[in-house]
Nanobody
Framework: QVQLVESGGGLVQAGGSLRLSCAASGSIISMNNMDWYRQAPGKQRELVAAITSGGSTNYADSVKGRFTISRDNAKNTVYLQMNSLKPEDTAVYYC?????????????????WGQGTLVTVSS
């Protein structure tokens, strides 16, 4: 019913920047929290940044001051601007969101994950 499609990953040198996008589509009434997670090889998936529907944000300590999460509610899209990238930021980045969708005449909340986009930072 809802799909998240990420884009913007790639290879960048240390100190460089990338901007990730995640667009939601489907029978969406509204998007609640929209988050970015990442998973590096051999490590657990971790929360990188989160943004509420009202625009409040939260960041992992490791990315504070370097990454900025934002959203465009009209487009059901969340962004992650990543600056001053480090090799340790190398990971697959996943978009996660809670979407309110129609279910018959009612509505329900769905948690949805994107397919992931690879970010590689070379030293």
């Amino acid at each position: 019913q809802v799909q998240l499609v990420e884009s913007g990953g790639g290879l960048v040198q240390a100190g460089g920047s990338l901007r990730l996008s995640c667009a939601a589509s489907g029978s969406i009434i509204s998007m609640n929290n929209m988050d970015w997670y990442r998973q590096a090889p051999g490590k657990q998936r971790e929360l990188v940044a989160a943004i509420t529907s009202g625009g409040s944000t939260n960041y992992a300590d490791s990315v504070k001051g370097r990454f900025t999460i934002s959203r465009d509610n009209a487009k059901n899209t969340v962004y992650l601007q990543m600056n001053s990238l480090k090799p340790e930021d190398t990971a697959v980045y996943y978009c996660n969101a809670n979407a309110r969708v129609w279910s018959g005449i009612w509505s329900k909340i769905l948690e949805v994950w994107g397919q992931g986009t690879l970010v590689t930072v070379s030293s």
